[in-house]
DNA sequence: GAATCTTCTGCAACTAGTTGCACAAAGGGA
DNA sequence: TCCCTTTGTGCAACTAGTTGCAGAAGATTC
């Protein structure tokens, strides 16, 4: 049950119309939670109707029309209580480590161009963060601590792509070799 | 759609029933996808509608009988034209990190608690797979091509825990100097 | 030999996420 | 003025994964 807390997350930063979040999600925070403007849209009518955000009043509302929504002391509650909570990590999903596990079972034969497809698209994610982290989070200043967490979170994204740009140079270095 | 590759993969290695697919997938293969003795059913009654194997006959086939499955020729090809497929990577879900992004907004009281305990299920997480490596893949010895793959398998979950132990470390630490 | 525990299979109903499409309104052109 | 694209919202139907429960068969124990 991440997503309305993604969404509540998002809003707090700044209120936002559904698509909008959409647009967000597509970077920031929908880097580590993403969601389409479908769900969005589902989820704040959700969110809606639990009375943890409300939309702002708009002159004629009529489908098909720009709806701002912030959020509520009662969303901005829920958000804090969820931030403790307790929930163990889910076990990974990496498809390509099961396509080389099949691969070690029926010949690797074309996976080669697929592990360097994904080795170009996980170094292009990697330099795209790390422009980011130039930009925002420039080496010597004293930050905030909202900003140190940010951080963090940049920090953690940056390490996972590097896994995956290593691993794969590893693993098709090692395919090299037949 | 990587499940019934997944079973298909289980099932090349060593026939199985239902339950003891289950129990490997709690190890193993499950390590990087894992599933439900519930989706499994399903899917193995998908799998042999499908052709792509069979039950092994049984003398008396009723209901709380166990059934051994075999994959059919059908089904290694599916599973080889799966390995060569292309497929963009998903992005990223980590719920760890979203909880410190809505921490930078309300605050992360209580999230000191929880990143100690994952960091606790991940180091023992990362010793398990530490203790594979030593004991399935000793150093020195020539290996054959698809112990080679299941190494490097088994080396993308070790270094994925080692992602997780040090960020969290990394986190607590800076969380520490407030 | 009856009670009950374990193993194994499975149905049903749920939540979460995806895909395809529809419809309204606004802003440009030609 | 009419058409067309863009922006924004949303329904419906799907796939994937989860949870709760139940029932048959065999082993165990009293």
Chains 1, 2 share one sequence.
């Not at 409300?54 to 701002?68: D, I, N, S, T, W």
């Not at 905030?144 to 920090?155: G, I, Y």
Request: no cysteine; hydrophobic share 40%; charged share 30%.
């Amino acid at each position: 049950m991440s997503l309305p807390h993604a969404i509540l997350t998002a809003l707090l930063e700044k209120p936002s119309s559904g698509l909008e979040l959409t647009r967000r999600f597509d970077k920031s925070i929908g880097y580590f939670w993403s969601a389409t403007h479908q769900q969005i849209y589902r989820e704040l009518g959700k969110l809606e109707q639990a009375g943890h955000i409300r939309a702002l009043p708009a002159p004629v509302p009529v489908r098909g029309q720009r709806k701002e929504y912030e959020v509520l002391p009662a969303g901005r509650a829920e958000l804090g209580t969820w931030v403790a909570r307790t929930e163990d990590p889910k076990p990974m999903r990496a498809a390509l480590l099961l396509r080389m596990r099949a691969a070690a079972v029926v010949g690797a034969s074309g996976l080669r161009a697929e592990l360097t497809r994904h080795l170009a698209l996980h170094q292009e994610q990697l330099d795209e963060y790390l422009a980011i982290e130039t930009r925002d989070f420039p080496s010597e200043r004293r930050h905030s601590e909202p900003d140190r967490l940010r951080h963090l979170v940049l920090r953690g994204g940056i390490e996972m792509e590097r896994f995956w740009v290593e691993w794969l140079t590893g693993a098709l270095a090692e395919l090299g070799t037949e």
